[in-house]
């Protein structure tokens, strides 16, 4: 079994602040985690991932994620928030590339000016 | 850059009636799914499609939902009889699943958003 927590439902940021958005999964066995973003309207748009190797991982967006294997997390990072970054994010464990994504409830990230 | 389109963006039907979605996904990928996301809440896996068969399916993905790759482009999701919590925006995915970097990502297309009345 997997499943996934996002405990904020919303992150408030000011532009040119760091931010984070925080994911913590259970997975069996070694675990690849997504980040997906969902701008209104759309659909849900690949942020990047952990599989293996370095536990710090860079996406698009200049958008990275720590994953800690003792925390179980795999928190969502920006150093310097655009508005433009304001959408709803979401982290997806799996146990296997082939497995069905798990997703976590999202976290709606609000930058304001 | 390739991606997953479906069709049609939006949906209304009577309940009882059957739709059947559309998705195209990205050409050289090999594994498909399609997901749903009831408004404001989670997104649900419903079911993944590889080599023509079902590999795996949730509980959502009762006798009312079947999936059909009827040719090399198109991968379809049928509800039989649609029912009012059927309303959902349904996603469809799409994986390259051969070797090599980034076969494991699933990418989506923009949904359908289906509204049963």
């Known amino acids: 079994a997997q499943s996934v927590a996002q405990p904020e439902d919303q992150v408030n940021v000011a532009e040119g602040n760091p931010l984070t958005v925080k994911c913590t999964y259970s997975v069996s066995g070694n675990p690849y985690l997504f980040w997906y973003v969902q701008y209104p309207n759309r659909g849900l748009q690949f942020l990047l991932k952990?599989?293996?190797?370095?536990?710090l991982v860079k996406g698009s967006y200049g958008f990275e994620a720590e994953f800690n294997k003792s925390q179980t997390s795999f928190h969502l990072k920006k150093p310097s928030a655009l508005v433009s970054d304001s959408a709803l994010y979401f982290c997806a464990p799996t146990r296997d590339a082939g497995n069905m994504l798990t997703f976590g409830g999202g976290t709606r990230l609000m930058v304001k000016p | 850059e390739p991606e997953v389109t479906q069709t049609p963006s939006h949906q209304v039907t009577q309940m009882g009636q059957e739709v059947i979605l559309r998705c195209v996904p990205i050409?050289?990928?090999?594994?498909f799914y399609w997901y749903r996301q009831i408004l404001g809440q989670k997104v649900e896996f419903l079911v993944s499609f590889y080599n023509n068969e079902i590999s795996e399916k949730s509980e959502i993905f009762d006798d009312q939902f079947s999936v059909e790759r009827p040719d090399g482009s198109n991968f379809t999701l049928k509800i039989r009889s649609t029912k009012l919590e059927d309303s959902a925006m349904y996603f469809c995915?799409?994986?390259?699943?051969?070797?090599?970097?980034?076969?494991?990502?699933?990418?989506f297309g923009p949904g359908t958003r289906l509204l049963v009345l």
């Open positions: 050409s050289n990928h090999l594994y």
């Open positions: 995915a799409s994986r390259r699943g051969t070797s090599g970097r980034g076969q494991e990502t699933q990418y």
């Open positions: 952990y599989i293996t190797g370095d536990n």
